[in-house]
C-alpha cells in the first residue's frame, strides 16, 4: 500500500481508499475506495459533511482508516504540508457509512483540537493514528478518548506548500 497526501481542501466526493472491517465478514480487513463526505442527516437545509468533531460523540461501528503520508492546512491565503516528524506515514481516523439510492459509499474524517504544531495554523485537525493504532481503532480494543488524542509537540514538520511572491522593496526614489 502507498500512502499519498490527504487534501483537505479536495472535493466533496473525491475518491480514497479507506481500510476498514468488511460489512460481510467482520474477521476481514478490507480496503475500499469511497468518496469523501457524508450524506446529510435528516432536516431542512442540512449539507452534506467531511469532516466529524469528536467531543461529545461515541463512535461505536463504521470506523475506518484513512492513510495518508501527510495532511494539509490553510491559513489564511497560505498552504501548508503537515507530515510526521519521522517522516513515517499515518492514518486518519474516520467513519464511514454504506451506499444507498442517494449517496456512495463515502466517508468522513474524525477531528480533534489541533496539537501544538499545527494549532499555530488551524485549532482542528484530523486525528492522526500511528500505524501501530490502526486495529485498536478498526476494533474498539482501546477506548476511543485515548486514540483520539493530539500527538505531543514537535510529532510534526509545518511546511509552506506554496510560498508567498516575495515582496517588492523599492530601495531608492525615483522622480
Known sequence: MKASPFESEAALGTRRPIIRRNPDDAQEVEMVEA???????????????????????????????????????????????????????????????????????????????????????????????RRRQNMAWLDLTVPQEELLQALPARSFTVTEIAPRAPELRQTGLSF
Open 35 to 129: 468518496g469523501w463526505g457524508l450524506q446529510p442527516w435528516e432536516g431542512q437545509g442540512a449539507k452534506p459533511f467531511k469532516f466529524i468533531r469528536s467531543e461529545g460523540k461515541t463512535f461505536p461501528t463504521h470506523r475506518c482508516l484513512i492513510p495518508a503520508s501527510e495532511f494539509q492546512v490553510k491559513n489564511g491565503d497560505r498552504h501548508f504540508r503537515v507530515t510526521l516528524e519521522d517522516g513515517n506515514w499515518f492514518y486518519l481516523a474516520g467513519v464511514w457509512r454504506p451506499a444507498n439510492p442517494d449517496w456512495p459509499l463515502s466517508f468522513a474524517v474524525v477531528t480533534i483540537e489541533a496539537n501544538p504544531d499545527v494549532f499555530f495554523y488551524q485549532e482542528r485537525q484530523g486525528s492522526v493514528l
